[in-house]
């Protein structure tokens, strides 16, 4: 199919008048939705992108209410810092990983793996990579000295 055949003016009336989408107008005028979009990129009709987003970049449609993302209402998220960051960086625990002493992509560890409790005796720093190793010892000790998994 030649996109020369594609009458322009009918392509110009569905897209720009009666507002239907390229896909619609390739459907109605039998032919194929790339030349069809060709053709509105060629003669300028192209139109803005409609959809909108907001803040947290989910999609909205106009008068759309969108509920708040769950993780800004729960208690332990107020301002973007958890609860526990906050008690550590109170109580002044020295800010490198326990492990290996990086100062870099750090988390908090709870030492007896239970969120709930937030003593300061029970937080320390480490960096992402010991605290995946902590989190996750079983992987970890189901492997050869070369690293493969056995």
């Known amino acids: 199919m030649n996109e020369t055949t594609i009458d322009i003016n009918r392509l110009y009336h569905l897209y720009v008048i009666e507002k239907k989408s390229g896909r619609e107008c390739a459907k109605i005028l039998n032919r194929g939705k790339s030349s069809v979009l060709r ?44 609860k526990y960051r906050k008690i550590a960086e109170i109580y002044r625990i020295p800010k490198f990983c326990f492990h290996c002493n990086k100062t870099e992509n750090l988390h908090i560890h709870h030492i007896d793996e239970n969120r709930e409790n937030n003593d300061p005796s029970n937080l320390r720093w480490v960096c992402g990579r010991c605290h995946n190793t902590i989190e996750h010892a079983d992987r970890y000790n189901n492997r050869d000295e070369y690293g493969r998994f056995i």
């Open 39 to 82: 053709q509105i990129k060629k003669h300028g009709w192209s139109r803005p992108n409609m959809q909108r987003r907001d803040e947290f970049s989910r999609f909205i449609k106009n008068g759309q209410e969108l509920p708040e993302p769950f993780l800004h209402n729960a208690p332990t998220f107020k301002s973007g810092i958890t």
